[in-house]
């Protein structure tokens, strides 16, 4: 079964602290990983995505790490703000007819 | 702005009774997608169309129906077969439906059961 397990489900951290966000995959057909930012009562938003073939991606304040031999990755939020607050999904995209595979969604939230 | 447009915002259905989404985008995209989204579930696919007039059921299709008519427009039925359909419910479109396109998604229809 195609799964991407995200953890925490949810997270607290100070304004100007890192969130760490961490998504975990079983099936290597994935090829396109995308993160999707999601605020209450809208619907998700593309924030950043890595193709397995690069390790690290950055914009702004926002990274995703990469690491194949190990089916892991991860999104970093530096200088957490407040206006980040939000639920944070990682996806996993295969096969000719993007299917997109999403975790359970992290809430996240920064507190000044 | 080109977007996806959802509605109504809120929806109450009664027992017995089927009720319509409706979705529109004008981002010229030929790949459109309903989710559904329950809490602590993320988003489930129900139904994809990545062409007019063709459509492939997901991973939660029963109780659903879709249809593909224009490339604009992509409709979600709930029909009265489906049990629990209380959800948040999220349309979608891609440029194509190749594996390294982003999906942009609408701002979701809530559906209710009354």
Same mark, same amino acid.
């Given at each position: ?12 951290? +100070? ?21 999707? +930012? ?42 957490? +703000? ?31 | ?114």
């Amino acid at each position: 079964q195609q799964q991407v397990k995200q953890s925490p489900q949810s997270l607290i951290v +100070q304004k100007g602290g890192i969130s760490i966000i961490n998504c975990a995959y079983e099936n290597t057909a994935f090829d396109y990983f995308p993160w999707y +930012q999601q605020f209450p009562g809208k619907g998700p938003a593309l924030l950043i995505a890595i193709r397995p073939d690069v390790s690290e991606k950055k914009e702004g304040r926002f990274t995703i790490s990469f690491n194949k031999s190990a089916k892991q990755f991860s999104l970093h939020i530096m200088d957490s +703000q407040p206006g980040d607050s939000a639920t944070y999904f990682c996806a996993a995209n295969s096969g000719g007819y993007q299917k997109v595979t999403f975790g359970t969604g992290t809430k996240l939230q920064v507190i000044p | 702005d080109g977007g996806i447009t959802q509605s109504p915002k809120y929806l109450f259905r009664k027992e017995g009774q089927n009720v319509t989404l409706s979705c529109e985008q004008n981002l010229n995209h030929d790949a459109m997608y309903w989710y559904r989204q329950d809490p602590g579930q993320g988003l489930r696919l129900i139904y994809y169309s990545q062409i007019v007039n063709d459509f492939q059921k997901g991973d939660i299709a029963e109780g659903y129906s879709v249809s593909r008519e224009k490339k604009e427009s992509f409709p979600l039925t709930v029909t009265s077969a489906q049990k629990n359909p209380t959800a948040f419910y999220l349309c979608a479109s891609s440029r194509t439906g190749d594996s390294n396109q982003p999906q942009h998604f609408g701002d979701g229809t809530r559906l209710s059961i009354l």
